[in-house]
């Protein structure tokens, strides 16, 4: 369970109804398959030692004697086995027979739930021993004490569902959304193995459907209707889980206090049977529905800031990447919404001594196309009086070099912004938010930064999903893959010897695809550096190697702490999935901590 991990599985055994010795020869050989998997915990169907629709028989004591018998056997069996075993069974209970569950492990009956409510003994005999019964019984693991398991929400991190639904016309796809919802509102994972096959079928259909959702998403689901015993599983994440709980007030814990039942787990390291997005913030993985969605947030946001601010011109730097591309069209859309003219948007151009040729002629065309106002404004003679008036020598490419060149650019755009009764609009994404790759004072700053709740990665999405969605001429299409294409670069340095872009941002700071991976699960989660670098090496496996992941998973903390100042006074700007880095209203961190202790694990991670 390093890190958090668990595995779970769900076995859907084929019984045969009343025959015990049968079943447990299917039961026992899919314990078999989860032992040799290294699952943690076994889900099987309801009554899965008799079958559940067994009727009548249910009231036979030859049936309960045999089901009790074959449970003892079970356990046994399960002496040199790895995983906590959920069985159900009939159990007799003063004069009542009800469903139940035994929690079995490792040659050990540790207790018996009741599917419902049950006005019961705390203790019950069964299999020969005298174990712990009731509605109020949390299993938990003595290595990892967040693995607790029940039958009942309560305390549980994870939550078992042995089931026995008939099938009908679209129960699957309510079953699925069912166990969603629940286990975000929980949050919590959610393991249900429905009965299936082998069961009669006199009056209903039993389809064998196997779930396993956690904290709104559904992990794992297996196939219906198979002719034969099933097996499944995949690995959930309890830190996840956990992270979700510390965000939910009041806490999570139960009024009701639970009876705690320990269980033991060797800790093993395998590989992840997990799929791993590598863009954490979008849900589902890339939809145009959530990039549109996306969109309309910052649209949205934008109008309103119009609206409060009863300015008459939008003015935004242009400069041919991606992050003015976005901003300006986003102004663009929220003036169509506003009913306001293109014309009241003002585009500047503000050459300097990094510009290349491709990037200059793609702002204007840009600008041309979307049929906005647009103005050149070079800015090298203003800078060079600058560095005239500091006594810096020009020829020192260094960051007073760069940075007087962010500085210049948007005192233009401030004081226009004045002169015109006018917003600027900021270009300056999540990611960069996130590293401090901005200037202090200079393109950190603007009157609305309509891009900072949009990390890069996405931002390259949104331009694709625009070019072709129809809501700006086919002209742009074309504009906007030529800028989607072109390196990232602040154009602070000079070209190099073709004219083409002399400094890469991502040579610098390193992969944005990986950043803004780190930052999702570090903000979002509070995963430790450890568990983000497998994490990591689990979705990037056939790009990045886990060096490669280290080296810029250091960059991050180091950047990440150190430039927390930037982000204490940033613009306002509308967050628009998961994570604000807004000190508002998003994270809350002081300027002068030190990320010694994420560095030293990083370190020492191996």
Not at 9 to 28: H, K, M
Not at 274 to 297: K, M, N, W
Not at 457 to 472: D, E, I, N, Q
Not at 530 to 548: S, V, W
Request: proline share 5%; net charge negative.
């Amino acid at each position: 369970m390093k890190h958090g991990f668990t595995r779970l599985a769900v076995g859907v055994p084929r019984v045969t109804l009343a025959d015990c010795q049968r079943n447990l020869e299917e039961i026992t050989s899919l314990i078999d398959q989860a032992h040799v998997a290294e699952v943690d915990i076994l889900t099987l169907p309801k009554l899965a030692l008799t079958g559940y629709t067994c009727g009548d028989l249910f009231l036979q004591s030859t049936l309960l004697d045999s089901a009790e018998a074959t449970l003892k056997s079970l356990i046994h069996y399960t002496r040199d086995r790895r995983p906590l075993v959920a069985v159900g069974l009939p159990i007799k209970v003063g004069f009542q027979t009800i469903p139940a569950v035994a929690f079995v492990s490792r040659g050990q009956l540790l207790g018996v739930m009741p599917h419902t409510a049950f006005t019961s003994p705390v203790e019950i005999s069964l299999a020969g021993q005298v174990v712990p019964f009731g509605t109020d019984l949390l299993f938990q693991c003595e290595t990892y004490l967040p693995l607790t398991v029940s039958l009942t929400s309560g305390n549980a991190t994870i939550i078992l569902q042995p089931e026995a639904e008939i099938e009908l016309v679209g129960s699957a796809a309510l079953r699925r959304q069912r166990l969603s919802v629940q286990s975000a509102d929980t949050p919590s994972v959610i393991v249900y193995a429905g009965a299936g096959m082998g069961e009669s079928s006199t009056d209903a259909t039993f389809a064998g459907h196997g779930l396993i959702a956690e904290n709104g998403k559904v992990l794992l689901e297996t196939e219906c209707f198979l002719s034969e015993s099933s097996f499944s599983f995949c690995d959930v994440d309890l830190e996840l889980v956990q992270s979700e709980r510390l965000r939910r007030q009041p806490s999570h814990d139960s009024e009701n206090p639970s009876r705690c039942i320990s269980f033991a787990l060797s800790d093993t390291t395998r590989p992840l049977k997990r799929i791993i997005s590598t863009i954490p913030f979008l849900p589902d993985g890339v939809q145009d529905t959530h990039l549109a969605e996306i969109f309309s947030i910052q649209t949205a946001a934008l109008r309103r800031r119009f609206e409060a601010a009863n300015s008459k011109t939008a003015v935004i730097g242009i400069s041919g990447g991606l992050d003015s591309t976005l901003a300006l069209l986003v102004t663009v859309g929220a003036f169509d919404c506003m009913g306001k003219s293109r014309s009241d948007i003002l585009g500047i151009t503000m050459p300097g001594f990094g510009t290349t040729d491709q990037t200059h002629q793609n702002a204007i065309r840009l600008m041309t196309a979307l049929g906005i106002s647009q103005r050149e404004i070079p800015i090298a003679k203003s800078v060079l009086q600058h560095f005239a008036d500091i006594g810096h020598d020009p020829h020192i490419h260094d960051i007073t070099y760069e940075n007087a060149q962010a500085r210049e650019r948007t005192q233009i755009l401030m004081d226009l912004a004045n002169k015109e009764n006018g917003l600027v609009i900021g270009t300056g994404n999540l990611s960069e938010a996130a590293l401090g790759w901005s200037t202090y004072g200079g393109d950190h700053l603007s009157m609305y930064a309509v891009n900072y709740g949009v990390p890069k990665t996405v931002v390259r999405l949104m331009a694709a999903f625009l070019a072709k969605s129809g809501t700006f001429p086919d002209a742009v299409a074309d504009i906007l893959q030529d800028i989607a294409n072109t390196p990232i670069s602040p154009e602070l340095l000079p070209p190099d010897a073709d004219g083409k872009v002399g400094q890469r941002t991502e040579d610098i700071v390193g992969p944005y695809i990986l950043h803004d991976f780190f930052l999702y699960y570090v903000v979002r989660h509070g995963f430790s550096p450890a568990k983000i670098a497998r994490l990591a090496e689990a979705a990037f496996h056939d790009q990045f190697d886990l060096p490669t992941i280290r080296k810029w998973l250091t960059v991050f903390y180091r950047r990440f702490f150190t430039q927390q100042f930037k982000r204490s006074c940033m613009p306002d700007g509308p967050q628009v999935g998961p994570i604000s880095l807004s000190p508002r209203g998003g994270w809350q961190m002081p300027s002068d901590a030190l990320a010694t202790a994420w560095l030293k694990e990083l370190e020492d991670f191996r």
